[in-house]
DNA sequence: CGGGGGTTTGACCATAGTCAAAGCACGTGG
DNA sequence: CCACGTGCTTTGACTATGGTCAAACCCCCG
C-alpha cells in the first residue's frame, strides 16, 4: 500500500475534507461514509475508468490530478475537465462512464460503492446540496472553457492553461510575492494540447514564443516561472479583473 | 399580457411540468411554487440578463429558445449554451449573471424571487434534487460541446449542431419517419457562428456546402429537410451509436 | 421603389496543422 | 563509464483550413 500522507482511518485528517462533497456533514454523517469508503490509488500515466464502462463506484479525488476526456474513432481527443483534489469523480444514478479517465500524475481516490452513496445521497440533504454546488461550479468552468476552445487563438489558449494553473496554486500555496509565482507544469506537452484543442507542435511553438516575449521562464523542461503575472493575463485575451473566473 | 398557450394559474396545464426543476414536487409544494411564481415574456433579440448584472429573480424557459453567451473585449463571443423549454436559469446562491442571456426567440419564463426559491430550495429535497439532475446534464452537454468546438473541423460542426438540433425535434414531436426530418433552425447564420466557434462567413459556406452535397435540403432560407438522417451523422464524425449524446 | 437585415460568394491571407527530422534528458545494460 | 534506446520536446518546411475584407444578393416590408 502507498503511503497515503494522511491517516486513512480517520476523515479528521483527511486534506480534502473541507472541500469534498462531504464537506457538510455532520458527525454522525461523516462516520457513516468513513464507514463505507475506501482508498484506490494509480500511478502516473494509468487509467482509472474508460468509457463505456461499467462504474461501481464514485469518489473524490484526494491527492494528484486525473483527467476527463472524450476521443473520436480516429484518434483526434478533447480533455474535458481536469480532476483536482476534493473534485468528484461519478455521477450518482448513472452506471456507464461517459468520459476516459486517466491518472495525469500519482493519485488517490477517496471511493464509495455507487448503490450504497445514492441511498445515503437520498437520505442526506447535505450531500446532495455540497454536490449540486460542486457540479455548479464545475458547469462555469465547462463554459469558461468553451470561450477558450471557440474564440481563441493558440498563444491566448497557452496563457489561459497556465493562468488558470497559477491562479490554483497561488489559492493552495500559503501567502508569497505575487510577482514570483511559480509552480511544476503537470501536464505533458500532448497532455495540454488536448486540453486546449491544439496540436502538440503548435503547444510547443507558443509555449517557446512565450519564453522568447519574457512572459514566462522556464526552470528546467517542466517548471514555470511567472515573473509578472498581471503581464501573463494580458496574453490571455480577457479583461483584467474577471479573467477565466470572472 | 400575452397569450401563453395556457393556464398561467394552474402548473397543471404548463407545458413543461414533467421536466423542469419542479418536475419531482409533491402537491403542497407545487401549491407553494404555485404561489411564488410570475411569467415574465421577451421579443425575439431581447437581452434577458447582462453578464455581471444582478439576478434577483431564478426561473424555467416554458416557451422559446434563450442563448447564453460569454463575450471577450474586442467583441468576440462563444456562446455556452442553449436553454430550450423547461431548462433552469440562474443559480440559487449566486447574485451576479455570469453571462449574457438573450431571448433567441419569443420567450416566456415562469419565474421566482431567488430569495424565497433558495429558501425553499433548502427546505425542499425534492427541488434539490431535480436541479442537481439537471446540472448534471446541462455539464454534460457542455462536456460534449467542448469537443466539437476543440477538435471537429467545420463541417462536422455545422452537421452536429443540425444533428442535435434534429434529435431534439424528433424527441419533442410525435412519431413519424425517420427518413424525412424537417425543422426550422431558429438560429441566426451569426448566432450559429457563436455557437459552433466559427464566423458566419464559414458557417455559410459549409451550409451550402451540405446542401450541394445533398445532406441536408434547404426550404426556403430557414427551413431544413434532413432526407438520411445516417447520412447527417455520418458527417458529424461521432460514432453511429453514440453521437453528441452517447 | 428603396432600405435593411440576413445571407451568399469571391479573393486573398494568416493561423495552426501535417510531416519529418533532430535534440535532449534519463535510465538500462553492456 | 559510455553507448543505446525511449519518451518527450523542439524546430523546420510546407500545406490546408478557416478567417478577413469586400461586394452583391435576396426577400420581406414599409
Partial sequence: ???????AKDCGTCPIQHRAVCARCETDELATLEAMKYYRS?????????????????????TGVASLSQAMEDGRTQMVGLLLPSDFLGRPGRAAAPYDVVAVTN?????FR??????????????AQRLLEMTLDELDAAREWMLVLGRKTAREKIASLLAIIARREAS?????????????????REAMADYLGLTLETVSRQVSALKRDGVI??????????????????????????????
Fill in 172 to 188: 493552495l500555496a500559503p501567502e508569497r510575492g505575487q510577482d514570483d509565482m511559480s509552480f511544476d507544469l503537470p501536464l505533458t
Fill in 1 to 7: 500500500m502507498t503511503d497515503l500522507g494522511f491517516n
Fill in 42 to 62: 494509480f500511478e502516473a500515466g494509468q487509467p482509472i475508468v474508460w468509457s463505456g464502462d461499467r462504474m461501481d463506484f464514485v469518489g473524490s479525488v484526494v
Fill in 114 to 127: 455507487r448503490k450504497p452513496f445514492e441511498t445515503m445521497m437520498g437520505a442526506t440533504p447535505h450531500l
Fill in 107 to 111: 493519485t488517490t481516490l477517496c471511493c
Fill in 217 to 246: 521562464v522556464l526552470d528546467g523542461k517542466r517548471r514555470i516561472v511567472i515573473p509578472d503575472f498581471d503581464a501573463l493575463v494580458a496574453e490571455t485575451g480577457d479583461d483584467v479583473d474577471g479573467g477565466v473566473f470572472a
